[in-house]
């Protein structure tokens, strides 16, 4: 009998399990962490979301299985965000499916799409379920090197897709592409989505495009959908999610639109896995999609505050923050003290140091080394606080490099 499972030996050890026992470790001591390491947004769920899912769960027929594709209100509500936001029109029964989160859905598609030893081209440093939902249907990842420099480099970007397609044998069959990013809040515009629908096309790839944070965004023009790039539908699909949009996080609704093979085939894997979300959770998320809008421009608004203090924070703290243009996130380059311990090692100097938990950069892949990812997941008042805790860090950064690599020695 094999000690490890087949998929489960594929998978690289979780590095953020790592700072998660840390950071257990020490609110056990009593620390007080104030913890940007996971995007869990805090603000409450808009109120009249809320009465519609309490209005909705009153109906004892709504306690019934569901619709593994989604009801068909909810799946109208998205085709309506689409035309109203992007311009796109959907067909709500061949281009719609209602996923338990974006994660969710590109895992399972991931799943439909994938054969043994298909080879799949993923941005790196990515959202974790991004390669490895691929490794887990078995397929091989090709790792495509997401920034140049710090920066998201469209044309870069471009040239090592085409690099990463000449020397894979076998051919890649799909690629991912994720803006706003996880994890390094870049963006791109929609001239960039056409040439990439056009490499797509011309070597004949399929395109999953993951728009979470397609409203979290703060300066400049909101951010778009590759399926605004005509003839899209025919390569693309592309996945959103209300988590962050609506603070909905733990209701796990999400969306994968566009192609309709691509549609179908998940709609097929889902059909045998689960009967979708539970009814009134559907009923609330479509009233979030057709009601007033201003609750997004208010989460928007929030996120933005959040960000402004941190730069301007943590810059007086000794450590510059690249201002994030969108998402939750803020992508922050390990100050220069501390670069030769890498992300994880100056992880855990702030863990415990500064009660401070941030996500190492090395867990978004090898090329998220040097980096570490903060959620603006924090109030003001903590953020502020936080920014205090780094100052000591920086203040002594030798002793405490001394510390770490004295107590690395004696582990």
Request: proline share 8%; net charge neutral.
């Amino acid at each position: 009998m094999s000690e490890e499972f087949y998929r489960i030996k594929r998978l690289p050890p979780y590095v953020f399990a790592e700072v998660n026992r840390l950071k257990a470790k020490y609110r056990a001591d009593g620390m007080d962490i104030i913890d940007f390491g996971m995007g869990n947004p805090d603000m409450d769920t808009p109120a009249h979301i809320v009465e519609k899912l309490v209005e909705t769960v009153r109906r004892s027929r709504t306690h019934r299985y569901s619709a593994s594709k989604g009801i068909p209100g909810l799946r109208r509500a998205q085709a309506g965000y689409y035309e109203r936001r992007f311009g796109v029109k959907l067909d709500p029964e061949r281009e719609v499916i209602a996923t338990l989160g974006s994660k969710e859905g590109l895992a399972n598609l991931a799943m439909a799409i994938t054969g043994p030893g298909d080879v799949m081209l993923v941005p790196n440093p990515s959202y974790p379920i991004h390669p490895y939902g691929f490794m887990i249907a078995g397929g091989t990842l090709r790792h495509v090197p997401a920034l140049h420099d710090g920066v998201f480099d469209p044309e870069e970007y471009l040239r090592a897709l085409d690099r990463a397609v000449m020397h894979s044998v076998p051919k890649p069959v799909a690629l991912v592409v994720s803006f706003p990013s996880n994890p390094t809040a870049q963006v791109c515009d929609l001239d960039f989505y056409g040439e990439l629908i056009a490499f797509a096309k011309k070597n004949h790839l399929w395109v999953l495009s993951d728009l979470a944070y397609a409203e979290i965004y703060f300066d400049g023009n909101p951010p778009p959908s590759i399926l605004q790039v005509e003839g899209a539908k025919d390569v693309a699909v592309e996945f959103t999610s209300l988590s962050k949009t609506y603070s909905m996080p733990g209701w796990r609704m999400g969306f994968a639109v566009g192609n309709p093979r691509l549609v179908d085939a998940l709609t097929r894997i889902k059909s045998y896995l689960d009967y979708g979300a539970f009814t009134p959770v559907q009923v609330a998320a479509a009233a979030a999609l057709n009601g007033p809008q201003d609750c997004v421009a208010e989460i928007r608004e929030t996120y933005r505050q959040r960000r402004d203090v941190l730069v301007e924070t943590m810059g007086r703290s000794g450590w510059t923050i690249p201002s994030p243009p969108a998402t939750m996130f803020a992508w922050a380059p390990v100050p220069e003290p501390f670069r030769s311990i890498g992300s994880m090692g100056f992880s855990k100097i702030l863990l415990k140091e500064a009660e401070v938990a941030v996500a190492p950069g090395i867990g978004f892949g090898e090329y998220g080394e040097g980096y570490v990812r903060l959620g603006l997941v924090e109030n003001e008042q903590r953020i502020r606080q936080a920014a205090r805790g780094v100052k000591r860090v920086m203040q002594n950064a030798q002793t405490l490099l001394d510390k770490y690599h004295a107590e690395e020695v004696a582990a």
